[in-house]
T-cell receptor
Framework: NAGVTQTPKFQVLKTGQSMTLQCAQD?????MYWYRQDPGMGLRLIYY???????DKGEVPNGYNVSRLNKREFSLRLESAAPSQTSVYFC????????????FGPGTRLTVT | GESVGLHLPTLSVQEGDNSIINCAYS??????FIWYKQESGKGPQFIID?????DKRQGQRVTVLLNKTVKHLSLQIAATQPGDSAVYYC?????????????FGGGTRLMVKP
């Protein structure tokens, strides 16, 4: 099991460019999440998908869109990148009946210049 | 809004000593709490969890205590080792109509001195 994988690991964008961050999990989890982590701060929820076919806004959704492509994959899109979106982005998933533990990917470090 | 927070942003301990990391939460509807460890350049890693119907749970070298009266959570690490150096986050779970969501605190950096 690879767990939660994210691509790319690093990305530099110019202001106004667009890109999609990819996330996949092989644990057959129902729920998937996207967080951002700014330097010296905790994680803030951008969007989540409680199950295949549903997505909902989190704490900081502005400037982002998501797609739950299938049960395995949950992508995050920046339509017009801004310097304020410079951050580390983490994808996570959960799906066991006994625990709300979220399993995290290794992160994507995004810089917008 | 309601949030999870931490009292101490940085904790420095001597190798071999016990560490205690504290966390305050304000959402009385939270039913589940998790402690995560994050090492530099990596994603958060699960340490231990506790449900709201418990007040203590032990793992290997770690203990989580939950005091619902004062809405306080703590993580105790016994015989702290250099490998324990990391940022620790508490998170609380709330089940809303759209599913389960974790809200993370701001983090405490643990530094272990050899």
């Amino acid at each position: 099991n690879a767990g939660v994988t994210q691509t790319p690991k690093f990305q530099v964008l110019k202001t106004g460019q667009s890109m999609t961050l990819q996330c996949a999990q092989d644990m057959n989890h129902n729920s998937m999440y996207w967080y951002r982590q700014d330097p010296g701060m905790g994680l803030r929820l951008i969007y989540y998908s409680a199950s295949e076919g549903t997505t909902d806004k989190g704490e900081v959704p502005n400037g982002y869109n998501v797609s739950r492509l299938n049960k395995r994959e949950f992508s995050l899109r920046l339509e017009s990148a801004a310097p304020s979106q410079t951050s580390v982005y983490f994808c996570a998933s959960t799906g066991t009946a006994d625990s709300y533990e979220q399993y995290f990917g290794p992160g994507t470090r995004l810089t917008v210049t | 809004g309601e949030s999870v927070g931490l009292h101490l942003p940085t904790l420095s301990v001597q190798e071999g000593d016990n560490s205690i990391i504290n966390c305050a939460y304000s959402n009385s509807a939270s039913d589940y709490f998790i402690w995560y460890k994050q090492e530099s350049g990596k994603g958060p890693q699960f340490i231990i969890d506790i449900r709201s119907n418990m007040d203590k749970r032990q793992g290997q070298r770690v203990t989580v205590l939950l005091n619902k009266t004062v809405k306080h959570l703590s993580l105790q690490i016994a015989a702290t080792q250099p490998g324990d150096s990391a940022v620790y986050y508490c998170a609380e779970n709330v089940n809303n109509n759209a599913g389960n969501m974790l809200t993370f605190g701001g983090g405490t950096r643990l530094m272990v001195k050899p």
